[in-house]
């Protein structure tokens, strides 16, 4: 359903097979416990220990992009990243992506103008971090390249390509770029241009492989939970044996002087949305990147943002952006205003200059504001394994080899005099600097059906028969299911010891879950239910309204005085409205988290619904909604969720339709969100869970206090969305011209999440879609027949009664709608007709397991069960019963469910792009 509209060592010796021994990886630098090691053959790599996080972060980082793909054949180092995961020498064919697969928790790449990476995320467990070090040995040094996968992965690539391409914003910045530097340097994509790619042969592509994929052209990021001698000894053994190779120079990217830019005004028409940008840009200039790194926060963090208060608070436009782009060869500061067709264009761009340029020189209190803030970013990146590798990788590029220098920047934002600041943003922030754009919808003429050069037919697929492989041996994958379900049981058993539940004495069920956490914070999520359809009829809007200003201000304390005492605490709050519910989330450092909790609570209590704030994001969602509503992805959802609707206008359930929410809006008062929240909010149907670092007692003693005497006023019943069967439609509906299409089926299911089918079925949603790469659907959209780029697959499963359903979202070019249609009734018809195979379920179940288990080895996950837990009436051992449900699937269990449940007389698809036919508005 579409959803309502609302507003980033030491090693051991190894003895090879011969009786070489390589030698021991060297230190070479070691700051903020992150060491950096090289092997002989100049292969880097760098380590970053931490022992509470739950997983290994893995990136193996080629110093080469598309700034080095030869002249003429741009795109040639993103085509090698592509073809890099069909097999190597030793590991064959669909091997390689199979085995990581089994060996990570997730594997992408991606090629930018400096690098290409390869990332994984695994479980911290040695024989998986060992498995997936050899493949990327094998990666850099015996890949095959296959000339057979090159034509589909030329259409894949400009399937990405169109995507990306049809983006406003990405078409905008493309411009400026070209305009920039011409067709080469950063004017060219990595993506690479059709025609180029099409030129590429495969000697070049080899060529490219061996001249840049070499050992001391490359550095492999680790960090997370890993044994760092154990790392190092694989690391040593693997990638020792490669020799190093000479390496040529790499492309230099003229210095910039964005005054000799001759074309300073870009215009894009695509779309729905409205919006000016002004895009400040120079040459590289190390001293001023901390001072500019600060410019998002100082101008548009609400509530006290420069630019935010001239132009949203003022209601000049719905919104602000900016972002920064500090990178190797300049600097760029994106300044940008989003707008409505009742706002004056003229006055948000003349704004959008004033309101930066000649913007009232910042004080004290914001920029030790802002100094917290970024402060309060860095400590989450030291805590999470992903985002730590993934900033030192960035800065390896961008500082060759000098990942350090991300502390150093962190202390030199510190360091900052405010002067300084101002004056940097004074003499950046200028008209020799400026470059405008300017986004608008898509002209009217671009919205009527055009005629297809040629019908559309259905067309063979697979037209090049491809030998499938033989049946891998499932035995592996079943010693992993049983190691899973017994790690999984030894984690319930000892997390739900700590655990504490109970009710108050007006029934409101708590869970406490005292335990220190990875990031050391404390989380509660507050969940208060109310109402009945009857009683909240018609008033969806208002609910919405209730939540977004629930934390927005109250009596005692301004929005400001929230916004600080939010950045104090290293934390923040939100609320929001889902059904009849409304859930609080409250987050701070654990030393700070007893105060902040205590704070907000006291804001929950006497909330003011300013008038000012209710009329801001009143006139904000108004406006937004005042929008053409003609991008393919949006005409597929609006019309799949006509088609599927059972209920009436003014149910809470009923679909998002953007004239009925602005009926409901324009009609909505400050008044009535008041009384809303005096007749529902204090509500004794409600669960509180707490899990962090604090005291059980004291916390039970703070919640008696102050939620036992909450009382509904009002009668409660949950709302459900009962299961309805479909007959099977086909809707291909007309959307404005774009590249891409956008595809849309549901199948509904009687099978709710407690079903006895609901394991099976999530085993064959797995199957089904869960890869981009190795999944049926993957297969059969992507792989074989390039239709799309990227795909969707999802199975929703009621958590209270026998109701569900199996979706499928696919962005394809535009004129392949039929096609991408035949290939999903393919997918489900073999399916049907042969089942899985052994070797998929086993493959299915092991890693369905093995993300279960990993889940339970963070407390923040385990925070997030605790909530449905306490509905139901649960504790963590009911997950036992699941784990042990996937093991016991049998392939004639999994095949049940598809003939019981994959019925395509009920299968509804809807495809929109520029040749389908107008709907009918609801």
Same mark, same amino acid.
Request: hydrophobic fraction near 35%; aromatic fraction near 10%; charged fraction near 25%.
């Given at each position: 359903?579409?959803?309502?509209?609302?507003?980033?060592?030491?090693?051991?010796?190894?003895?090879?097979? =011969?009786?070489?021994?390589?030698?021991?990886?060297?230190?070479?630098?070691?700051?903020?416990?992150?060491?950096?090691?090289?092997?002989?053959?100049?292969?880097?790599?760098?380590?970053?220990?931490?022992?509470?996080?739950?997983?290994?972060?893995?990136?193996?980082?080629?110093?080469?992009?598309?700034?080095?793909?030869?002249?003429?054949?741009?795109?040639?180092?993103?085509?090698?990243?592509?073809?890099?995961?069909?097999?190597?020498?030793?590991?064959?064919?669909?091997?390689?992506?199979?085995?990581?697969?089994?060996?990570?928790?997730?594997?992408?790449?991606?090629?930018?103008?400096?690098?290409?990476?390869?990332?994984?995320?695994?479980?911290?467990?040695?024989?998986?971090?060992?498995?997936?070090?050899?493949?990327?040995?094998?990666?850099?040094?015996?890949?095959?390249?296959?000339?057979?996968?090159?034509?589909?992965?030329?259409?894949?690539?400009?399937?990405?390509? %169109?995507?990306?391409?049809?983006?406003?914003?990405?078409?905008?910045?493309?411009?400026?770029?070209?305009?920039?530097?011409?067709?080469?340097?950063?004017?060219?994509?990595?993506?690479?241009?059709?025609?180029?790619?099409?030129?590429?042969?495969?000697?070049?592509?080899?060529?490219?492989?061996?001249?840049?994929?070499?050992?001391?052209?490359?550095?492999?990021?680790?960090?997370?939970?890993?044994?760092?001698?154990?790392?190092?000894?694989?690391?040593?053994?693997?990638?020792?044996?490669?020799?190093?190779?000479?390496?040529?120079?790499?492309?230099?990217?003229?210095?910039?002087?964005?005054? &000799?830019?001759?074309?300073?005004?870009?215009?894009?028409?695509?779309?729905?949305?409205?919006?000016?940008?002004?895009?400040?840009?120079?040459?590289?200039?190390?001293?001023?990147?901390?001072?500019?790194?600060?410019?998002?926060?100082?101008?548009?963090?609400?509530?006290?943002?420069?630019?935010?208060?001239?132009?949203? %608070?003022?209601?000049? *436009?719905?919104?602000?952006?900016?972002?920064?782009?500090?990178?190797?060869?300049?600097?760029?500061?994106?300044?940008?205003?989003?707008?409505?067709?009742?706002?004056?264009?003229?006055?948000?761009?003349?704004?959008?200059?004033?309101?930066?340029?000649?913007?009232?020189?910042?004080?004290?209190?914001?920029?030790?504001?802002?100094?917290?803030?970024?402060?309060?970013?860095?400590?989450?990146?030291?805590?999470?394994?992903?985002?730590?590798?993934?900033?030192? *990788?960035?800065?390896?590029?961008?500082?060759?080899?000098?990942?350090?220098?991300?502390?150093?920047?962190?202390?030199?934002?510190?360091?900052?005099?405010?002067?300084?600041?101002?004056?940097?943003?004074?003499?950046?922030?200028?008209?020799?600097?400026?470059?405008?754009?300017?986004?608008?919808?898509?002209?009217?003429?671009? &919205?009527?059906?055009?005629?297809?050069?040629?019908?559309?037919?259905?067309?063979?697929?697979?037209?090049?028969?491809?030998?499938?492989?033989?049946?891998?041996?499932?035995?592996?994958?079943?010693?992993?299911?049983? %190691?899973?379900?017994?790690? *999984?049981?030894?984690?319930?058993?000892?997390?739900?010891?700590?655990?504490?539940?109970?009710?108050?004495?007006?029934?409101?069920?708590?869970?406490?879950?005292?335990?220190?956490?990875?990031?050391?914070?404390?989380?509660?999520?507050? *969940?208060?239910d109310f109402g009945t359809n009857k009683s909240l009829f018609n008033k969806g809007e208002v609910l919405d309204l209730m939540a977004y200003l629930l934390l927005r201000g109250s009596d005692q304390y301004s929005l400001q005085d929230i916004a600080d005492k939010s950045i104090e605490a290293g934390g923040g709050a939100t609320a929001t409205a889902s059904a009849n519910s409304i859930t609080i989330q409250i987050v701070a450092k654990k030393d700070k988290f007893d105060d902040y909790f205590k704070f907000m609570l006291d804001v929950l209590k006497t909330p003011k619904f300013e008038q000012s704030q209710f009329d801001l994001i009143k006139s904000q969602s108004l406006s937004s909604l005042d929008r053409p509503y003609t991008e393919p992805e949006t005409v597929a959802a609006l019309t799949m969720t006509r088609l599927l609707e059972t209920y009436q206008p003014g149910d809470l359930r009923y679909h998002f339709e953007p004239n009925l929410s602005k009926q409901q809006l324009q009609a909505a008062t400050v008044e009535q969100v008041k009384k809303l929240y005096q007749d529902f909010f204090v509500s004794h149907h409600a669960q509180i869970a707490i899990t962090g670092d604090y005291q059980a007692q004291p916390m039970l003693k703070l919640l008696q206090k102050e939620f036992s005497g909450w009382k509904a006023q009002l009668p409660y019943q949950r709302l459900s969305a009962d299961y309805q069967a479909y007959q099977a439609q086909k809707i291909h509906a007309l959307s404005e011209q774009r590249e891409f299409g956008n595809y849309q089926a549901i199948l509904t299911l009687p099978v709710g999440s407690n079903h006895a089918d609901a394991p099976a079925l999530i085993v064959l949603g797995y199957i089904m879609g869960d890869s981009q790469l190795s999944s049926r659907l993957a297969q059969e959209l992507r792989e074989k027949n390039a239709?799309?780029?990227?795909?969707?697959?999802?199975?929703?499963?009621?958590?209270?009664?026998?109701?569900?359903?199996?979706?499928? %979202?696919?962005?394809?070019?535009?004129?392949? =709608?039929?096609?991408?249609?035949?290939?999903?009734?393919?997918?489900?018809?073999?399916?049907?007709?042969?089942?899985?195979?052994?070797?998929?379920?086993?493959?299915?179940?092991?890693?369905?397991?093995?993300?279960?288990?990993?889940?339970?080895?963070?407390?923040?996950?385990?925070?997030?069960?605790?909530?449905?837990?306490?509905?139901?009436?649960?504790?963590?051992?009911?997950?036992?019963?699941?784990?042990?449900?996937?093991?016991?699937?049998?392939?004639?269990?999994?095949?049940?469910?598809?003939?019981?449940?994959?019925?395509?007389?009920?299968?509804?698809?809807?495809?929109?792009?520029?040749?389908?036919?107008?709907?009918?508005?609801?």
């Amino acid at each position: 359903m579409l959803m309502r509209f609302k507003q980033l060592t030491i090693s051991l010796l190894f003895v090879g097979f =011969s009786a070489t021994a390589w030698a021991q990886p060297i230190l070479v630098k070691s700051e903020q416990k992150i060491e950096e090691y090289t092997l002989d053959n100049g292969f880097r790599v760098v380590l970053a220990q931490n022992d509470k996080e739950n997983k290994v972060f893995m990136n193996t980082v080629y110093l080469t992009g598309s700034l080095n793909d030869p002249q003429g054949k741009g795109g040639l180092a993103h085509l090698l990243e592509h073809l890099a995961f069909k097999g190597t020498q030793n590991i064959k064919g669909e091997e390689f992506q199979r085995r990581l697969d089994q060996y990570t928790l997730m594997t992408n790449a991606s090629t930018d103008y400096y690098s290409t990476k390869y990332t994984n995320i695994i479980r911290p467990e040695q024989n998986a971090i060992n498995q997936v070090i050899h493949l990327e040995a094998e990666r850099m040094d015996k890949l095959v390249l296959q000339e057979k996968f090159v034509p589909s992965e030329i259409a894949i690539v400009k399937r990405e390509r %169109e995507v990306r391409m049809d983006q406003p914003f990405a078409v905008m910045m493309d411009q400026m770029w070209k305009s920039a530097y011409g067709n080469q340097y950063l004017g060219r994509l990595p993506i690479g241009d059709l025609k180029e790619l099409q030129s590429i042969k495969m000697d070049e592509l080899n060529k490219f492989y061996r001249t840049w994929y070499a050992p001391n052209n490359a550095v492999m990021i680790i960090s997370g939970k890993f044994d760092k001698a154990a790392v190092l000894k694989q690391i040593d053994q693997q990638f020792s044996p490669i020799a190093a190779r000479q390496v040529p120079a790499q492309t230099k990217v003229p210095v910039l002087d964005s005054a &000799k830019i001759q074309q300073r005004n870009f215009a894009v028409e695509k779309g729905s949305d409205l919006a000016k940008f002004n895009i400040y840009l120079n040459g590289k200039n190390e001293k001023i990147k901390s001072a500019l790194a600060l410019t998002p926060y100082l101008y548009t963090m609400q509530p006290s943002g420069h630019l935010y208060q001239s132009m949203v %608070e003022t209601g000049l *436009s719905t919104g602000v952006q900016s972002t920064t782009w500090l990178d190797q060869d300049f600097n760029l500061v994106f300044m940008g205003a989003i707008y409505a067709p009742n706002h004056d264009e003229k006055r948000v761009q003349s704004e959008l200059v004033a309101g930066v340029e000649k913007s009232q020189p910042f004080n004290e209190t914001e920029l030790n504001r802002v100094k917290n803030l970024i402060q309060n970013q860095a400590d989450s990146v030291l805590s999470n394994a992903a985002a730590l590798g993934g900033r030192l *990788s960035d800065y390896y590029v961008a500082y060759q080899g000098d990942w350090a220098q991300y502390f150093s920047d962190l202390n030199n934002v510190k360091q900052l005099k405010l002067n300084d600041v101002n004056q940097t943003l004074t003499r950046f922030l200028v008209p020799e600097h400026r470059i405008s754009g300017d986004i608008k919808p898509t002209p009217e003429d671009q &919205k009527k059906a055009l005629q297809q050069q040629a019908a559309e037919q259905p067309k063979t697929l697979d037209q090049a028969s491809v030998q499938e492989e033989p049946l891998k041996d499932s035995r592996v994958y079943k010693q992993e299911v049983a %190691e899973y379900v017994k790690s *999984s049981k030894q984690y319930l058993v000892d997390t739900e010891k700590k655990i504490q539940r109970g009710k108050l004495k007006n029934g409101i069920a708590y869970a406490l879950y005292p335990t220190s956490t990875r990031d050391d914070k404390t989380y509660a999520t507050i *969940s208060v239910d109310f109402g009945t359809n009857k009683s909240l009829f018609n008033k969806g809007e208002v609910l919405d309204l209730m939540a977004y200003l629930l934390l927005r201000g109250s009596d005692q304390y301004s929005l400001q005085d929230i916004a600080d005492k939010s950045i104090e605490a290293g934390g923040g709050a939100t609320a929001t409205a889902s059904a009849n519910s409304i859930t609080i989330q409250i987050v701070a450092k654990k030393d700070k988290f007893d105060d902040y909790f205590k704070f907000m609570l006291d804001v929950l209590k006497t909330p003011k619904f300013e008038q000012s704030q209710f009329d801001l994001i009143k006139s904000q969602s108004l406006s937004s909604l005042d929008r053409p509503y003609t991008e393919p992805e949006t005409v597929a959802a609006l019309t799949m969720t006509r088609l599927l609707e059972t209920y009436q206008p003014g149910d809470l359930r009923y679909h998002f339709e953007p004239n009925l929410s602005k009926q409901q809006l324009q009609a909505a008062t400050v008044e009535q969100v008041k009384k809303l929240y005096q007749d529902f909010f204090v509500s004794h149907h409600a669960q509180i869970a707490i899990t962090g670092d604090y005291q059980a007692q004291p916390m039970l003693k703070l919640l008696q206090k102050e939620f036992s005497g909450w009382k509904a006023q009002l009668p409660y019943q949950r709302l459900s969305a009962d299961y309805q069967a479909y007959q099977a439609q086909k809707i291909h509906a007309l959307s404005e011209q774009r590249e891409f299409g956008n595809y849309q089926a549901i199948l509904t299911l009687p099978v709710g999440s407690n079903h006895a089918d609901a394991p099976a079925l999530i085993v064959l949603g797995y199957i089904m879609g869960d890869s981009q790469l190795s999944s049926r659907l993957a297969q059969e959209l992507r792989e074989k027949n390039a239709l799309v780029y990227g795909f969707g697959s999802n199975l929703d499963l009621d958590e209270w009664i026998d109701s569900g359903a199996l979706s499928i %979202e696919a962005n394809y070019t535009a004129a392949k =709608s039929a096609q991408v249609s035949q290939a999903v009734h393919k997918v489900l018809n073999d399916l049907l007709t042969k089942g899985v195979t052994e070797q998929e379920l086993e493959a299915a179940k092991a890693n369905i397991l093995k993300k279960r288990v990993t889940a339970l080895e963070d407390e923040r996950n385990i925070h997030a069960m605790l909530m449905p837990q306490l509905e139901h009436n649960r504790d963590l051992l009911y997950r036992e019963k699941r784990d042990q449900a996937f093991a016991k699937l049998s392939k004639a269990d999994v095949d049940a469910v598809i003939k019981k449940y994959i019925k395509l007389d009920q299968l509804v698809e809807v495809m929109a792009d520029q040749y389908g036919k107008p709907q009918n508005k609801s």
